[in-house]
């Protein structure tokens, strides 16, 4: 036996205004147009519907028959029912403060359709149902645009380690670039300064063979001079070669 409460009824969004009134609301039985009901006698009943103003005519009347018209175990029966009912909604009220409070409603595509099930069929109209459909909707796109920006912020994280460990490694290659790239000037250095010197000692060589042939030519004069001695013709040149003598 579950417990019926009169006008409207509670919901998952609790904490939301309700919006107007509509013509069409459920109405509580009252004591001018309840049924009569000849099996429960009227002072328990009446006993009932003062402890338990909230709950529908007929739940008191499943109570009282229930237990054969007694009147204290038909309200034990009651209380335990309305404890459990109160429990329950104090639970609920709660898990919806903590998902509130988290920024999400963590529920698969099952819990939603079931959520707004729940939601249309206890509303008390057209405009109610309406209503809670709306406020159902609006919490499954706040939950759908948190989680898209949960996962954007993760795929956001993992592209920026990414790109920062690309930047290092070619922070690395440059390094590496910048080094060979002086070790290539030290070379390009290096074979210019032989170039020079190469140029230099080529400048040098014509001015070598032209002393060599002077010195071979010299080394002929003075030649032909010993022979001429040994043979006791020799005769003093008149002019001397300077780089002879």
């Not at 948190?146 to 920026?160: C, D, L, T, V, Y």
């Amino acid at each position: 036996m579950s417990a019926v409460y009169c006008g409207s009824k509670r919901s998952y969004f609790d904490d939301t205004p309700s919006p107007p009134p509509s013509s069409k609301r459920f109405r509580c039985y009252s004591p001018s147009n309840s049924p009569s009901w000849s099996s429960s006698p009227p002072s328990s009943l009446d006993q009932l519907r003062a402890a338990f103003p909230h709950l529908e005519l007929t739940v008191l009347v499943e109570a009282l028959e229930e237990h054969g018209s007694d009147l204290n175990a038909a309200m034990k029966s009651l209380y335990a029912l309305v404890s459990a009912e109160e429990e329950k909604r104090a639970q609920e009220l709660a898990a919806n403060k903590e998902a509130d409070a988290a920024g999400t409603f963590t529920a698969s595509g099952d819990d939603w359709v079931a959520l707004l099930v729940r939601e249309v069929t206890q509303s008390a109209g057209p405009d109610d149902a309406k209503f809670r459909a709306e406020r159902v909707l609006e919490a499954l796109e706040k939950t759908l645009s948190a989680r898209a920006h949960e996962e954007a912020g993760k795929k956001f994280q993992e592209e920026s380690v990414a790109v920062q460990q690309q930047v290092e490694a070619l922070m690395k290659d440059n390094t590496v670039l910048k080094r060979a790239v002086a070790i290539q000037h030290e070379r390009q250095k290096a074979l210019e300064d032989a170039n020079q010197q190469l140029e230099f000692f080529k400048q040098l060589i014509p001015q070598y063979q032209e002393k060599v042939r002077n010195l071979e030519v010299n080394n002929y004069a003075l030649k032909l001079q010993l022979e001429q001695m040994e043979h006791g013709n020799y005769m003093m040149p008149q002019r001397f070669n300077p780089d002879v003598f």
